[in-house]
C-alpha cells in the first residue's frame, strides 16, 4: 500500500480533506521523529513498539577494498511488531 | 536497562498540541492508520508510511531447529514476519550529529585479511578485535580531529593565524577524551562545530575528497559549492584523475578548488577559472566527439574573457569558435 492509498482511505473513513490528512500525518510523524531522537520509544497499540538504539563506532572488513575499514557510529531505528500483528499475519 | 517508552495516550496529547486538532480525531487517525497498515499488509505485503519508513512482510521458510534445553528435533513452520527500514530523511536527522564522520579504510591490516581469509569468514566478529590493538584506532580518529581542530582555530584567530599552531595542543586532550567515550558527544559542543565546518567550504585553499558509490561532478558541485552548474571548475583540478567528465570512479581522489567569491556573486578570478573550467570540458568532449562540446565553449566564449580563450587558441577548433559567436543568447550561470 502506498502513501497516497493510504491517504485517500483515511480520507474517505475519517471524512477529510486529503490535505488535511496528509498535513495531520506530517506533524504526528514529525513529532514522532522528535520523540525518537531524544531516545525515547513509542508504544502504538496494535502495531508495535518503535525505539532507537546506538552503535558504535567498529572494524568491519569490506571486500571491495580487500582491507578492514572503521565505521562511524549511528543511531539506528527499531521497530519490535506487537504480538496480535505477528499472530495475525502468520 | 529498561529504556524509555512514551504511552499512545500522551503522544496523543503531543499530537493534539502541536497541530491544534482534537483529540479524539489524532486518535481516530492514528487508529486507522494502524487498521490500513495491517490490511495493507496482509493484501500487498508492503506498507510505505510517509516522514516514517516502510513496513515489509518477509518470509521465512519452514526448517528444522534443536530445543536448546533438551537438544530434541523440532520442526520450524514457515511463518511471516514485519520488516521496518526507516525513511532515509529520518536515519539521516537521527545521525545529524555524526553526519561529518565518514567510513575510512585502515592501512595495514590487508595482508592479514589476505593471510587468514578462512579464519575471518568463520569468525568474522573475533578477528576485526583481536589482531589490531586499541591504540591504531585513537590515532586514526586524531588524523580526523587534527585538522578539523586546526580548521576551527585558524577560523577563531583568522587575524593571526600563527597563534593557533602554538595553540592546538591543549584543546586535543579534552577531544581525545571525549571520543573515547562510546555515548553520544554533549549536544553542547556539537551545534558549535558545524556551522563551522559549513562556512570554510569556501575559505580554505582547495579540500580533499574521495568520490564516493553514486557521486557526480555535478552532485560535488551541487555539495560544495551548492551549485551543479559549477562543475568544469573541479573538473579543471583533476585533469590527471579524470579522464571523462562523466564518469569517475569510486575512490578517486579529487581536490575541490575553492572560490573567492560565493555562488550567485562570483569574482572576476572566479568567473576566468570557471571559464578555464568550461574550456578543459569542451576539449574533453571534443576528443570524444560529442555535440554538448560546443555548449561549454560557447559558455566559456559568451563570458568575454579573451586571455583564456587566447591561451588555448592553438587546441580550440576555429570553425567551432565562428560557429559559437552566432549563438545569441547568454549563459544563466553566474
Same mark, same amino acid.
Given at each position: 500500500?502506498?502513501?497516497?492509498?493510504?491517504?485517500?482511505?483515511?480520507?474517505?473513513?475519517?471524512?477529510?480533506?486529503?490535505?488535511?490528512?496528509?498535513?495531520?500525518?506530517?506533524?504526528?510523524?514529525?513529532?514522532?521523529?522528535?520523540?525518537?531522537?531524544?531516545?525515547?520509544?513509542?508504544?502504538?497499540?496494535?502495531?508495535?513498539?518503535?525505539?532507537?538504539?546506538?552503535?558504535?563506532?567498529?572494524?568491519?572488513?569490506?571486500?571491495?577494498?580487500?582491507?578492514?575499514?572503521?565505521?562511524?557510529?549511528?543511531?539506528?531505528?527499531?521497530?519490535?511488531?506487537?504480538?496480535?500483528?505477528?499472530?495475525?499475519?502468520? | 536497562?529498561?529504556?524509555?517508552?512514551?504511552?499512545?495516550?500522551?503522544?496523543?496529547?503531543?499530537?493534539?498540541?502541536?497541530?491544534?486538532?482534537?483529540?479524539?480525531?489524532?486518535?481516530?487517525?492514528?487508529?486507522?492508520?494502524?487498521?490500513?497498515?495491517?490490511?495493507?499488509?496482509?493484501?500487498?505485503?508492503?506498507?510505505?508510511?510517509?516522514?516514517?519508513?516502510?513496513?515489509?512482510?518477509?518470509?521465512?521458510?519452514?526448517?528444522?531447529?534443536?530445543?536448546?534445553?533438551?537438544?530434541?528435533?523440532?520442526?520450524?513452520?514457515?511463518?511471516?514476519?514485519?520488516?521496518?527500514?526507516?525513511?532515509?530523511?529520518?536515519?539521516?536527522?537521527?545521525?545529524?550529529?555524526?553526519?561529518?564522520?565518514?567510513?575510512?579504510?585502515?592501512?595495514? /591490516?590487508? !595482508? @592479514?585479511? #589476505?593471510?587468514? *581469509?578462512?579464519?575471518?569468514? $568463520? +569468525?568474522?566478529?573475533? =578477528?576485526?578485535?583481536?589482531?589490531?590493538?586499541?591504540?591504531?584506532?585513537?590515532?586514526?580518529?586524531?588524523?580526523?580531529?587534527?585538522?578539523?581542530?586546526?580548521?576551527?582555530?585558524?577560523?577563531?584567530?583568522?587575524?593571526?593565524?600563527?597563534?593557533?599552531?602554538?595553540?592546538?595542543?591543549?584543546?586535543?586532550?579534552?577531544?581525545?577524551?571525549?571520543?573515547?567515550?562510546?555515548?553520544?558527544?554533549? /549536544?553542547? !559542543? @556539537?551545534? #558549535?562545530?558545524? *556551522?563551522?565546518?559549513?562556512? $570554510? +567550504?569556501?575559505?580554505? =585553499?582547495?579540500?580533499?575528497?574521495?568520490?564516493?558509490?553514486?557521486?557526480?561532478?555535478?552532485?560535488?558541485?551541487?555539495?560544495?559549492?551548492?551549485?551543479?552548474?559549477?562543475?568544469?571548475?573541479?573538473?579543471?583540478?583533476?585533469?590527471?584523475?579524470?579522464?571523462?567528465?562523466?564518469?569517475?570512479?569510486?575512490?578517486?581522489?579529487?581536490?575541490?578548488?575553492?572560490?573567492?567569491?560565493?555562488?550567485?556573486?562570483?569574482? @572576476?578570478?572566479?568567473?576566468?577559472?570557471?571559464?578555464?573550467?568550461?574550456?578543459?570540458?569542451?576539449?574533453?568532449?571534443?576528443?570524444?566527439?560529442?555535440?554538448?562540446?560546443?555548449?561549454?565553449?560557447?559558455?566559456?566564449?559568451?563570458?568575454?574573457?579573451?586571455?583564456?580563450?587566447?591561451?588555448?587558441?592553438?587546441?580550440?577548433?576555429?570553425?567551432?569558435?565562428?560557429?559559437?559567436?552566432?549563438?545569441?543568447?547568454?549563459?544563466?550561470?553566474?
Amino acid at each position: 500500500m502506498t502513501n497516497l492509498e493510504l491517504i485517500r482511505n483515511l480520507s474517505l473513513s475519517l471524512g477529510k480533506s486529503q490535505a488535511e490528512i496528509k498535513q495531520l500525518l506530517k506533524s504526528s510523524t514529525k513529532i514522532m521523529r522528535d520523540i525518537l531522537d531524544k531516545d525515547i520509544g513509542i508504544t502504538i497499540p496494535g502495531l508495535g513498539i518503535f525505539s532507537s538504539y546506538f552503535k558504535k563506532e567498529r572494524k568491519s572488513f569490506n571486500p571491495y577494498h580487500n582491507k578492514f575499514m572503521l565505521l562511524p557510529p549511528k543511531r539506528i531505528i527499531r521497530f519490535h511488531p506487537g504480538s496480535s500483528i505477528k499472530n495475525e499475519l502468520k | 536497562m529498561m529504556k524509555k517508552k512514551i504511552t499512545f495516550a500522551k503522544l496523543l496529547d503531543k499530537i493534539a498540541e502541536e497541530t491544534g486538532a482534537s483529540k479524539q480525531l489524532i486518535h481516530d487517525l492514528l487508529i486507522e492508520t494502524v487498521n490500513l497498515t495491517r490490511e495493507g499488509l496482509n493484501r500487498d505485503g508492503y506498507v510505505n508510511l510517509s516522514g516514517l519508513g516502510r513496513f515489509r512482510l518477509k518470509w521465512h521458510k519452514a526448517r528444522s531447529g534443536r530445543n536448546p534445553q533438551t537438544g530434541e528435533k523440532i520442526e520450524i513452520s514457515g511463518h511471516n514476519s514485519v520488516n521496518f527500514k526507516a525513511e532515509a530523511k529520518l536515519r539521516e536527522y537521527i545521525n545529524r550529529k555524526y553526519s561529518h564522520l565518514q567510513s575510512e579504510i585502515i592501512e595495514g /591490516e590487508t !595482508e @592479514q585479511a #589476505e593471510a587468514e *581469509p578462512a579464519d575471518t569468514s $568463520i +569468525k568474522p566478529t573475533d =578477528t576485526p578485535s583481536k589482531p589490531v590493538s586499541e591504540t591504531p584506532s585513537h590515532f586514526k580518529w586524531l588524523w580526523l580531529v587534527i585538522p578539523l581542530l586546526i580548521i576551527i582555530l585558524a577560523y577563531i584567530f583568522w587575524p593571526s593565524p600563527k597563534v593557533s599552531e602554538t595553540d592546538i595542543k591543549e584543546p586535543i586532550v579534552s577531544e581525545e577524551i571525549d571520543k573515547d567515550v562510546p555515548v553520544p558527544p554533549d /549536544e553542547a !559542543e @556539537q551545534p #558549535e562545530s558545524k *556551522p563551522v565546518i559549513k562556512e $570554510i +567550504k569556501y575559505e580554505t =585553499t582547495g579540500r580533499q575528497h574521495t568520490v564516493m558509490h553514486g557521486e557526480q561532478l555535478w552532485t560535488i558541485s551541487l555539495d560544495f559549492y551548492n551549485q551543479g552548474d559549477l562543475w568544469p571548475n573541479i573538473y579543471r583540478m583533476n585533469l590527471n584523475e579524470i579522464n571523462n567528465p562523466d564518469l569517475l570512479s569510486i575512490g578517486n581522489e579529487i581536490l575541490i578548488p575553492p572560490l573567492q567569491g560565493k555562488p550567485g556573486n562570483l569574482t @572576476q578570478k572566479d568567473i576566468e577559472d570557471i571559464a578555464e573550467g568550461f574550456i578543459e570540458v569542451y576539449l574533453a568532449y571534443k576528443k570524444s566527439n560529442k555535440g554538448k562540446a560546443l555548449y561549454y565553449l560557447w559558455v566559456a566564449k559568451k563570458w568575454n574573457i579573451n586571455e583564456i580563450i587566447d591561451k588555448y587558441s592553438d587546441r580550440i577548433d576555429e570553425t567551432d569558435l565562428e560557429l559559437v559567436v552566432k549563438i545569441e543568447g547568454y549563459p544563466n550561470i553566474k
